[in-house]
């Protein structure tokens, strides 16, 4: 029997209007939850360091795809009892394996039919700016000048708003109609033509309820000063997000004036557990990152649920996500351990006996 090979050029991409559709379709059948394309014209005004022209300078199109955070992901936060699944499952799962498989099975796609595509996840860990956009100094340099320094990175989230595909919120979480913020954006950089989505334009799914801003526990969002960008013609604003204040409270932690014998952070000696974190030390990694101990608690928990009840999200539920009280953990108190509980002794060691 002769070898087997993929379709090449089985599929005709050259009408853009065709192409977009059989992509789209391709998209969905590979597992991403919402498919959308941006005209690379609409990224004209992107600072250097975010231009997917530096990186692709022939790009016609940027397909944009939403992959949804299974709600049940969040489950266990919400109860207080179960926190790794959202860093594993919805969170360093997502970024690390499921979209990279999809991203990269569609790319395989269109390359078969001769044009090239640049699949991207969300692996931004070689950038060469931070999170608020300044360059990282002594990290890499640009291979000749007027070259921006490596990596360029593709902002996702505007991204996934210039493809068409929702809402950027004030919390600067990127909203889907279908699943709010509880979702994740890949996309693919392609030299095809694809007929582009109009920029979204929907039921509003931000409509400023400052749910993110009252349960974010690190005081993340500023409600006085925002950030305004022009996008496509559209003025988009949110809050001027303090990412250090994230940082360190998305992974269960608190800044804190009393020197800590024991201190969560080893690289923060004036830092503890915070009311949200029910663990003594900062847990393990999950998939590299992920350790989203505060649940995303007020940009995406507290998010959805305000774009639940308003009922403006297409992926409903039977149930309400909110069942109970919060809970909170006073770290002032000593635990208080459910009946049954079973501690290790001397005696009850492997070699015990
Ligand atoms: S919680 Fe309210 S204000 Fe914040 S992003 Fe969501 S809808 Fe907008
Ligand atoms: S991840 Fe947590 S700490 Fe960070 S902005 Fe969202 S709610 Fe606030």
New binding site residues.
Partial sequence: MAIMTRDFNGVDLSDPKLAAEAVKRKALELGADAVGIGSIDRWSNAPLQMDPKQIMPECKSIIGMVFRVERGSLRGVEEGTYFSNYSAMGYGGITYLYMPMTVINLSKFIEDQGYEAIPMGHQSDWRGIDGEGFAHKNYSRPVAPGKPQPDVMIHLRIAAYLCGLGEIGF?K?FLSPQFGPRCRVGIIMTDVELEPDPIYDGPQLCNRCMA?VK???????STEKTVKVNLAGHEVEWSD?DVN??????RGGTHSDKEEKDPYYAEDPKSKPGW?SPFFRKPRNLYNTGQ?V?????????CMISLESRGVLQNTFKEKFRRRPTWTVNWDEEPVYAEGTTFRTEKSGSDAD
């Fill in positions: 919390s979480m993110c349960n974010c526990p690190g005081n993340a969002f997000i204040a994230c940082d360190y409270h998305f949200w989203a505060c649940g995303a608690r007020g940009c995406t928990r507290a």
